[in-house]
Every structure is written in C-alpha cells, then in structure tokens.
Nanobody, 125 residues
Framework: VQLVESGGGLVQAGGSLRLSCAPS????????MGWFRQAPGKEREFVAA????????YYAGSVKGRFTISGDNAKNTKYLQMSSLKSEDTAVYYC???????????????????WGQGTQVTVSS
C-alpha cells in the first residue's frame, strides 16, 4: 500500500489547512488510520487517529479542539482539517494506516503498517 499526502503548505498563524491522504492499490475503508508529525530536531509524535469505521476518533492534547480527522469512503481519502494553527504546529505531517487485525484507535507509531512520504506544514507567526 502506498499512501500519498497532499495539502501542506505555508500558512499564517490562526489560519487553516486541510491535509489529504489517499492510498494506491487498496481501498481505505475499514482500516484504522492516523496522522503523526515530526518537527525539526524532534521525534515523530502522534496527532490524531480514527478507527476502522470512522465512528471513533482520538487527538493529542496539543491539537484537540483545533484539528479534525475524518474520512470520505466515496473518495477513498482521509483528511486532517487543521484550524487555529500555531507556529508550534510546524512540522512534516505523515498519514499512516494499520492493515493488520485490531479494532479501536491507535496512538503508537508501531501500531501502524504503512506510511506516506509526508507533507510539510509551515505556520508563520
């Protein structure tokens, strides 16, 4: 499975961006999915996750209330809507999917099986 992210860019603090993640070679529905990010000099960190049927989501405390993870099965695409962006949100954002068995939402990077190449988000203050 190859995941392709898009939607990153440069935005002013307080602005919004929507990241997209689409797979090639497989449909996306019925797989738990997550978004992680990595800022320069820092480790990759969990951002948001959604369970296989889209009915349950979970967010890192730093983004809760500002970011929304969702999916559109008709378009075979997952999204991360980011609002009220802050300079500390600047990072490379990665989408990831879990194809092995297991239900629920997953916050550990090791819980996932495939990763996208990442998309840069830069928030200017």
């Amino acid at each position: 499975v190859q995941l392709v992210e898009s939607g990153g860019g440069l935005v002013q603090a307080g602005g919004s961006l929507r990241l997209s993640c689409a797979p090639s070679g497989r449909t996306f529905d019925n797989y738990p999915m997550g978004w992680f990010r990595q800022a320069p000099g820092k480790e990759r960190e969990f951002v948001a996750a959604i369970n296989r049927n889209g009915g349950n989501t979970y967010y890192a405390g730093s983004v809760k209330g500002r970011f929304t993870i969702s999916g559109d099965n008709a378009k075979n695409t997952k999204y991360l809507q980011m609002s009220s962006l802050k300079s500390e949100d600047t990072a490379v954002y990665y989408c990831t999917v879990r194809t092995r068995s297991g239900a629920g939402v997953f916050t550990a990077a090791t819980s996932y099986d495939y990763w996208g190449q990442g998309t840069q988000v830069t928030v200017s203050s």
